[in-house]
């Protein structure tokens, strides 16, 4: 078990491209959660998964954002016509929640989006 | 709706001191509260999880404590090194908000040798 892993660790990119970035949690987690990040900030949710459901899903998601995690495995987060204000770093965590949910969440090393 | 800070946002230390990191939180309906780690450019490492019906935890030189009825948290470093420059984060997991936790701003400690 090599804790969570995210690739690419770095994706530099030009106004209105399209960007996926892929998330692999730790294995038998059953949540995973999304993440975002800007320089001075603590880290803002987006969304998170149980198992391959997408439970919740923040107003900071807008419709160029989609993420999916097929067969409750790995996660994908898709931005589409990104824009400057897309640029932050991407983290992903993910957890084995039992109970009521007093997991502790294990994040990844992100991904750093530069938009030109 | 939950806002946590974190006061002070940037400090400074010589090597070997004692410091305290401060953590407040506006709604006391909390399952937990969770200190991490953050090096520059890097994803985050927990440190300490205190449950809501916790007062502290301790992990080696680190100790965390939780008043969850007056939102606050501290977070104790004994002893500082320089390897313990990085930016500290305090998260709070709301109560019947699904799974998601909310972070401060974070404080970004420097230790000198």
Redesign the interface.
């Known amino acids: 078990d090599t804790g969570?892993s995210?690739n690419p660790r770095h994706k530099i990119t030009k106004r209105g491209q399209n960007v996926t970035f892929r998330c692999d949690p730790i294995s038998e987690h059953n949540?995973l959660?999304w993440y975002r990040q800007t320089l001075?900030?603590?880290?803002?949710?987006l969304t998170?998964f149980?198992n391959e459901a997408q439970?919740?899903k923040?107003r900071l998601l807008s419709d160029r954002f989609s993420a999916e995690r097929p067969k409750g495995s790995f996660s994908t987060l898709e931005i589409q016509r990104t824009e400057q204000g897309d640029s932050a770093?991407y983290?992903c965590?993910s957890?084995l929640?039992v109970g009521?949910?007093?997991e502790?969440?294990?994040?990844?090393?992100?991904t750093?989006l530069s938009v030109l | 709706k939950q806002e946590?800070t974190q006061i002070p946002a940037a400090l400074s230390v010589p090597e070997g001191e004692n410091l305290v990191l401060n953590c407040s939180f506006t709604d006391s309906a909390i399952?937990?509260l969770?200190w991490?780690r953050q090096d520059p450019?890097?994803?985050?490492?927990?440190l300490l999880?205190i449950?809501s019906s916790q007062r502290e935890q301790t992990s080696g030189r680190l100790n965390a404590s939780l008043d969850k009825s007056s939102g606050r948290s501290t977070l104790y470093i004994a002893a500082s090194q320089p390897g313990d420059s990085a930016t500290y984060?305090c998260?709070v997991?709301p109560e019947n908000q699904?799974?998601?936790?909310?972070?401060?701003?974070?404080t970004e400690l420097s230790v000198k040798p």
């Open positions: 969570v995210q949540r959660y001075g900030q603590g880290p803002e949710f998170y149980q439970l919740e923040s770093m983290l965590a957890s929640a009521a949910g007093n502790k969440l294990f994040f990844g090393s992100g750093q | 946590v399952y937990n969770q991490f450019g890097k994803g985050l490492t927990s999880l449950q984060l998260a997991r699904g799974g998601k936790l909310i972070f401060g701003q974070g």
